[in-house]
């Protein structure tokens, strides 16, 4: 298997896959800022932006089979470790400047309207006209520079940037089109050279060609956004409409747990309100999420883990919240809650205990040997990898057992490490190697 990469090589990519196939099977574990069809070969080439995006995609499909339009597709590792600028141009289509952009909004968690296009390209230059439709490939938009130099500034600063964090990622082309033609001024279509356009009530746009202008903004609620981070489809167990948010834990360790472990816990699986433990049932706690899905991911991964030599039970319980009182701790304005940002990405990270715990916000001049001496209490350590990324130091720690790690990541998530706050999440590697970053 070749050595990890940013580069992902995709075999058995038959002529009925489109482009637009590729990003969907791998935007939801990070941008995608390169992609290259080899058409004659029946593959292609998809860069990432870093190597733990495309590691993230590559460990998911190690368990799912990839399929597009019913045909299995199969990656690896490629053994490039970039694409140059001539090799993506290769594409063909969507590479001979033009002042008018064809841009797909890939990962739409959030409605994009024609004035958040507007505030988005108008940064580089003149914006005359644009035309928003709703096609196969998903929600599009035709953008009408004034420049041509506008048009080509604009792709290359925006092209695989996100409008929103975590989601709303641009894929931008040059379209072939010469002019725009806009007979309305209104939430799906703008002509700003003319103000004075009418504004079209209902029914179908008259951009013959453009698509379906007339078909409501996606609004995509949480469940899409956690199938989309899972690959496009909920994990198996995860049926997307739960609304019941509060769970009831139980087979506790009375004696070592408390209301800020259990939030460690239960917030790798979204954000936490608020956590009781019961006082007649020493062994029972309640954990209220902030929705249904998110409680949904919670039970479906703890069901069963073991936390301080117990096997818990997980399940929803009858109560639709918790009551706030003197015995009930908040937590629903904590600012170590994990879903506040980038919830998208932390969906992708959602998994069951493993061996494995990954550090972050580190300090710099952290040392391998400080890490271990902060978490050996809890196993017995196997393996550790400090790197950096982005600049900011990270580890990867892996224990003997999943136990080991769970008690490790429950008792120091969020605890002092050199002065820094750390924290600790579950990472679905199976093993450190020497360039596992």
Same mark, same amino acid.
């Given at each position: ?34 992609? @290259?069809?080899?058409?004659? !070969?029946?593959?292609?080439?998809? +860069?990432? +932006? ?13 368990? @799912? ?37 064809? @841009? ?11 004035? @958040? ?29 004034? %420049? ?24 931008? &082309? ?6 725009? &033609? ?18 079209? #009530?209902?029914?179908?746009?008259? #951009? ?40 009831? /834990?139980?087979?506790?360790? $009375? ?11 239960? $917030? ?7 956590? !009781? ?16 899905? +998110? ?14 030599? !117990? ?40 998994? *069951? ?12 001049? /952290? ?5 271990? *001496?902060? %978490? ?15 600049? !900011? ?21 969020? *605890? *002092? %490490? ?17 360039? $596992?970053?």
């Amino acid at each position: 298997m070749a050595e990890p990469s940013k580069v992902i090589h995709v075999r058995n990519v038959g002529h009925e896959i489109s482009e637009n196939d590729l990003l969907q099977l791998f935007q939801p574990f990070g941008v995608i800022t390169k992609l @290259v069809m080899l058409r004659a !070969k029946n593959q292609a080439l998809l +860069q990432m +932006q870093d190597v733990p995006s495309a590691m993230a995609a590559l460990q998911y499909y190690t368990n @799912v089979q990839p399929s597009i339009r019913g045909r299995n597709v199969y990656v690896q590792f490629s053994s490039h470790q970039e694409l140059t600028t001539m090799d993506q141009n290769t594409q063909g289509r969507g590479d001979e400047p033009n002042r008018i952009l064809l @841009v797909t909004i890939h990962h739409m968690l959030y409605p994009i309207t024609v004035e @958040v296009l507007h505030q988005v390209f108008t940064t580089h230059g003149f914006v005359e006209k644009i035309v928003t439709f709703q096609k196969s490939a998903g929600f599009q938009a035709l953008i009408q520079y004034q %420049l041509r130099q506008s048009a080509v500034v604009a792709r290359t600063s925006l092209q695989g940037r996100n409008i929103y964090d975590g989601c709303c990622q641009l894929d931008i &082309q040059f379209s072939n089109l010469d002019e725009l &033609q806009v007979n309305y001024n209104n939430e799906r279509s703008r002509d700003f050279t003319n103000p004075n356009l009418p504004s079209e #009530q209902k029914g179908r746009s008259s #951009q013959s060609g453009y698509g379906d202008a007339g078909v409501p903004f996606p609004q995509m609620a949480n469940a899409a956004a956690i199938a989309a981070a899972f690959g496009g489809s909920l994990p198996p167990g995860i049926s997307g409409t739960n609304e019941r948010c509060t769970i009831l /834990v139980s087979n506790l360790n $009375s004696d070592r747990i408390d209301e800020d472990k259990l939030f460690n816990m239960f $917030s790798l699986y979204g954000n936490i309100i608020r956590i !009781k433990l019961l006082r007649n049932k020493p062994d029972h706690a309640l954990v209220q999420m902030a929705d249904g899905f +998110q409680a949904e991911l919670a039970v479906h991964f703890l069901k069963g883990a073991i936390l301080f030599g !117990k096997r818990l039970e997980v399940n929803f319980s009858k109560h639709q919240n918790i009551t706030q009182g003197a015995d009930t701790h908040e937590y629903i304005n904590s600012n170590l809650n994990r879903f506040n940002r980038n919830a998208a990405k932390n969906y992708r990270y959602c998994c *069951s205990p493993t061996k494995m715990i990954h550090l972050s916000t580190l300090p710099q001049d /952290v040392t391998e040997e400080e890490i271990v *001496s902060h %978490l050996e209490e809890h196993g017995t350590i196997v393996n550790t990898k400090l790197f950096e990324m982005n600049g !900011k130091k990270q580890a990867l720690v892996m224990f003997e057992t999943e136990e080991q790690a769970t008690e490790a990541l429950v008792c120091k998530h969020a *605890s *002092s %490490l050199g002065g820094s706050i750390i924290r600790i999440s579950f990472s679905q590697l199976q093993s450190i190697r020497e360039n $596992s970053q």
